[in-house]
Structure formats: C-alpha cells, structure tokens
C-alpha cells in the first residue's frame, strides 16, 4: 500500500467504531477494498543484494504496460500449497496466466471488486495461496523479467477456486510512484 493512505483508512475504521458497530462493518469493508487498490509496498535494503543463479532481477514494467490475456507469468512463495495446509517450506512456483481485465471483473469471476490498478493471474488449478505476498513475474518481448503484479488477494473459498484467479496489485499502475520513491530515499 501507498505510504499514507493504509495510515489514514485505518485510523478512520477506528474512529468508525466508536459510532456503533453497524456502521463499522460497512466501513471497514469499504476501507479494506480501498487499501487493496493500492495493496502495495517497497522496502530500502540495508545491503545490496548478492546476485547468483538463484537470485536474479525483474525490472518495473512501464507505466500502463499490460501483459496480454493468457500470457505465460509465475508467482513464486512461501504461502500455503493449498486451503488448510501448513506454509510451505521450500520456495514454491506455479504457472499462472494471465486473466484480461475484462475477464477477470466480469460477473462470475470477481466482478467490481477488481479495479483498473489490478491484474489476475490462474483461476483454475493453479493460483497463489494464503500467505503468499509474492510477485507475479512474467517475461516480456525483450527477454527480460518484469514484475507485473505484487500479490494481493486469494478467494475466501479456497485456493485454486475456478473462476478466482489471484489478484495482484499491477504494478504498471505505481511505476511512478516507485520510481519517485526510490528518489526519494
């Protein structure tokens, strides 16, 4: 999330709560909807990081960049394999392609509930899973890796659920506000 706008909702759900517990539920969801449109974070190392065979770079995609339906992305974690089971223990990889816009919040998928600054990956037998927090990187015309989406959230009624695909955060809709943030720290 934006560095601020998670402070604010937050604060305003508190203060909803004094108001009686009606208007909490509705607010709170409300809020916790707008915090997912920018579900989305960057943390400064202390130290570069060490580059290997295993460890590689994605870059930024351009700002708007869209990868087309059904492209070929991965979302690698540590999240759980499947509804119920414990974390994973070892770094795990899935296929997920991507879903179009306008698949993906059309009725019977997720419908309003993703909006433009998202992106779906899956929706079939493969999708990220409670406790992931992980990129969805998907290869681009040139070669290289672009981190398209950041994870944001997974159904309610299980992973790998037909027709709800993982949702990211689309990481094109912040490429500003990345880059204005590493300038700025």
Not at 21 to 37: D, E, Q, R
Not at 101 to 114: A, N, R
Request: with cysteine; glycine share 10%.
């Amino acid at each position: 999330m934006a560095v601020g706008s998670g402070v604010k909702a937050w604060t305003l759900a508190s203060q909803v709560i004094q108001y009686g517990l009606k208007a909490a539920y509705a607010s709170i969801f409300n809020m916790i909807f707008l915090l997912f449109s920018n579900d989305i974070a960057m943390i400064k190392l202390a130290s570069p990081v060490v580059l290997n065979n295993k460890v590689q770079p994605s870059c930024v995609p351009e700002s708007g960049e869209v990868a087309p339906h059904d492209d070929p992305c991965y979302i690698t974690g540590w999240g759980r394999i499947y509804s119920g089971s414990p974390l994973a223990s070892k770094l795990q990889q899935a296929l997920l392609p991507m879903v179009g816009h306008s698949v993906c919040s059309s009725s019977g998928w997720w419908g309003g509930t993703v909006k433009t600054t998202m992106i779906c990956g899956g929706g079939d037998i493969h999708s990220g899973c409670h406790g992931d927090s992980d990129p969805l990187n998907c290869r681009g015309r040139d070669g290289r890796w672009y981190v398209q989406g950041v994870t944001s959230f997974v159904s309610s009624r299980g992973c790998n659920t037909l027709m709800k695909p993982t949702v990211f955060t689309h990481t094109s809709s912040f490429t500003k506000w990345i880059s204005d943030t590493m300038l700025q720290y």
